[in-house]
């Protein structure tokens, strides 16, 4: 009998660990952790001082409310993911976790977040962390489903957070929404890059990205020219509106130069191989931008 508890007992430990480990799972950890850096980032980068309470509870409202903004994601989405290899054991998709249990956990995620922000730094910050919940879950995932230009719409929260920190520590300004201009860019190429490689997933769930409606790749080779030279530019804004100093832009230029070359490198041969190599100079490229700017303050 006394065994038979035991068990029992294990097997419920477990079972609440792996729902836990759902539960976490649904809030994308690791796409979220850009979130609270790129969050961080925009408070400290606005040199308004340091207020540790302020920036704490910044950043980690900005994840909740983000976490949120991620299971809501993934309910509506279940469908696509039950088709693609890379997504089909994501707890919706797999049925660990019901739509309407996993709606409730994100709702609550995401209002504890915005209460946090409002409460912690200001309303301000926290109407800027409601239009990333919105733009995200509302407008950019069902986009997706129709047109591939949905990819500028999601750029749009996937920038916001740093204007959210920014907004935390002083009243926002051009220079705020040059840091804005600055991440909203960079996804495209990053974003590009990624649907190259998995464009057989995306296909398969019927989202009509770029990499799925171009065969050939011709158009999202261009695309990623485009994009990736415009982000020198863009990333040079900071310097000029004061963020940041000449050794930032010096920087910055020479990044940007070096994204451009290995997307005209995807574009004269377009490869998965490739691709990855781009995604990953991507993931490189936006920290490297982020120590150069708070390294050089104008």
Same mark, same amino acid.
């Given at each position: ?9 294990? $097997? ?7 729902r836990?480990? +759902? ?5 994308k ?5 850009? *979130? *609270?850096?790129?969050t &961080?980032?925009?408070?400290? @980068? ?5 207020d540790?309470?302020?920036? @704490? $509870? ?6 909740? *409310? ?14 696509? +993911? ?16 019901r739509?309407? %249990? ?5 709702v609550?995620?995401?209002?504890? /977040? ?14 800027? @962390? ?25 750029? *749009?929260? /996937?920038?916001l ?6 907004a ?21 190429? $990053? ?8 464009? %057989? +997933?995306?296909?398969?769930a ?29 990333? !040079? ?10 050794g930032?832009?010096? /920087?910055a230029?020479?990044?940007? &130069? /070096? !994204? ?35 390294? +050089?303050? @104008?």
């Open positions: 009998m006394m065994r038979g508890r035991q068990t029992a007992g294990t $097997h419920a430990a477990a079972a609440s660990g792996n836990f480990a +759902d539960l976490v799972t649904l809030t950890p690791r796409l979220n952790s850009l *979130v *609270v850096v790129t &961080g980032v925009g408070y400290l @980068a606005a040199r308004a001082g340091m540790l309470p302020v920036l @704490a $509870h910044t950043t980690i409202g900005a994840a909740l *409310v983000a976490g949120g903004a991620a299971a809501l994601n993934q309910i509506a989405e279940r469908d696509l +993911d039950e088709r693609m290899p890379r997504t089909l054991d994501r707890p919706v998709a797999a049925g660990r976790l739509p309407g %249990e996993a709606a409730v956990f994100a609550l995620l995401a209002l504890a /977040g915005l209460v946090q922000i409002a409460a912690g730094a200001n309303v301000l910050a926290a109407a800027l @962390a409601l239009a990333t919940l919105v733009s995200y879950a509302a407008v950019y995932t069902p986009l997706k489903r129709t047109t591939h230009w949905a990819v500028l719409v999601g750029a *749009v929260p /996937g920038a957070p740093v204007v959210i920190g920014w935390a520590a002083r009243p926002v300004s051009p220079a705020a929404w040059s840091l804005f201009a600055l991440v909203f860019v960079w996804q495209l190429p $990053h974003f590009l890059a990624l649907a190259w490689m998995y464009r %057989e +997933d995306f296909e398969r019927g989202l009509p990205l770029l990499a799925v409606v171009d065969a050939t790749g011709r158009r999202t080779a261009r695309h990623l020219i485009v994009y990736s030279a415009l982000l020198v530019p863009v990333s !040079l804004a900071p310097a000029w509106l004061g963020v940041a100093g000449s930032y832009a010096v /920087g230029g020479l990044l940007g &130069g /070096g !994204l451009l070359a290995i997307a005209c490198r995807f574009a004269r041969r377009r490869s998965s191989e490739r691709a990855r190599v781009l995604f990953r100079a991507t993931l490189v490229y936006l920290p490297l931008v982020w120590i150069l700017l708070l390294a +050089d303050p @104008a």
